[in-house]
């Protein structure tokens, strides 16, 4: 799985700094910094990584009452500061090229109701605070850049990606901060469901398993095009138009790689890769805080016994 990844190739954008700013309307989103500067990265490159930091970002809202509200937002803010914000405008439409089409159509999602909207009340669900010079006529569409030179750089280098994609990448863009966490929970979610299933196989009944296989039937998105690039090696460039569809196939690749498997640590429950076929802890430490604990553990039982 890694000499795949190797292998493959795209392009991300991603600033220095990000924030959580309050709009108009009440809700909290994340924004690039006013001051911050752009960087193209290649996401493929970050795996595992970017799957596992997601995964266990995801995993600290599952905990509920282990996790308080700062530490969680804090965990959100450093993930979209190392990987960039997951491009959910062009991820959720039929097509991310909806600015060549009179409406934006929305297929089912946790976060739009709707099936249909107006392309400009769409922009604005990510453009809370600066709204973008977007002239529409029906299935013709203008943008204005800003005369930041950055922007205009990020422009140019993404000129022939769809609209809608180049415009997810100015520094006005932002996208609802719940939205973002409902994301990241929700493959945490996939990947609890996947470990339950095979763990407590022999201990489910019927009824539990089929329902656990119809959760995890319901994961999944459609799939990215690619191509193939000659460089020095032939390379899979894939067309990733939004962060959430490349981190989704990463972590599917990842979800049935039976070399390297997914697995939750038995004493932190954290998600790791398990690099040999009797890991159960992501770490030593962890390996010997579980020792301990249980040691401790069985010496107050033996204690208890013998005051009996």
Not at 53 to 77: C, F, Q, R, T, Y
Request: hydrophobic share 35%.
């Amino acid at each position: 799985m890694n000499t795949f990844f190797e292998q493959s190739r795209s392009h991300w954008v991603r600033y220095e700094r990000y924030e959580i700013k309050t709009g108009k309307d009440g809700k909290k989103y994340i924004t690039p910094a006013k001051d911050a500067r752009p960087d193209v990265y290649n996401p493929l490159k970050e795996a595992p990584d970017i799957v596992l930091d997601a995964l266990n970002v995801g995993m600290l809202m599952m905990n509920g009452k282990k996790s308080s509200e700062p530490e969680v937002e804090k965990a959100i803010l450093e993930f979209i500061t190392h990987y960039g914000l997951l491009g959910l405008m062009t991820a959720l439409p039929t097509t991310p090229s909806f600015m060549d089409y009179e409406a934006v159509y929305l297929p089912k999602n946790h976060f739009i109701k709707e099936e249909t909207m107006e392309t400009e009340k769409y922009l604005s669900l990510f453009y809370p605070f600066d709204k973008l010079d977007v002239v529409k006529n029906g299935v013709e569409s203008s943008w204005n850049v800003s005369s930041d030179r950055a922007m205009i750089a990020l422009t140019m280098t993404f000129m022939d990606e769809p609209m809608a994609k180049t415009m997810s990448f100015q520094r006005a863009y932002a996208e609802p901060y719940d939205w973002v966490a409902q994301q990241l929970k929700d493959w945490a979610f996939n990947m609890l469901t996947s470990f339950f299933y095979y763990n407590d196989y022999d201990s489910m009944e019927e009824e539990s398993r089929n329902m656990l296989r119809k959760s995890m039937a319901a994961f999944g998105g459609i799939a990215p095009t690619y191509h193939i690039e000659l460089l020095d090696r032939p390379t899979i460039y894939w067309d990733f138009h939004s962060l959430l569809l490349g981190i989704q196939m990463m972590f599917s690749f990842m979800l049935v790689d039976s070399t390297k498997p997914l697995r939750m640590c038995k004493q932190c429950e954290k998600v790791f890769l398990r690099h040999r076929a009797n890991s159960a802890f992501c770490s030593a430490r962890c390996k010997n805080q579980y020792n301990v604990y249980k040691s401790r553990g069985k010496n107050k039982s033996e204690d208890g016994d013998n005051n009996a």
